[in-house]
Nanobody, 116 residues
């Protein structure tokens, strides 16, 4: 089993910044990739950004140039730096960890609200 603990959500004004963190813990697991998804009310959960264990990244078009995903492999932690936030970024953000044959795991979600 892998446990994920997220932190860093909150309320921010348009144009502001937030940094999300997600730490993975457990026994006998290998991380293939870590990522962030988000889900706004009434919509499906969608990929925001993902980073592989080798450092390759992929972003949703809507966040390119504004969000940056990074990881600290030794700490099994992934970060999402979110800049120039817009009201349409408002959602619950979920951390995801893919562990290959052991499947993938989800965090509990953290609310991000962008509003003046």
């Amino acid at each position: 089993q892998v446990q994920l603990v997220e932190s860093g959500g909150g309320l921010v004004q348009p144009g502001g910044s937030l940094r999300l963190s997600c730490a993975a813990s457990g026994s006998s697991f290998r991380i293939y990739s870590m990522g962030w998804y988000r889900q706004a009310p009434g919509t499906q959960r969608k990929l925001v950004a993902v980073i592989t264990s080798g450092g390759a990244t992929n972003y949703a078009d809507s966040v390119k140039g504004r969000f940056t995903i990074s990881s600290a492999n030794v700490k099994n932690t992934v970060y999402l730096q979110m800049n120039t936030l817009k009201p349409e970024d408002t959602a619950v953000y979920y951390c995801n960890v893919f562990c290959g044959p052991k499947g993938d795991y989800w965090g509990q979600g953290t609310q991000v609200t962008v509003s003046s």
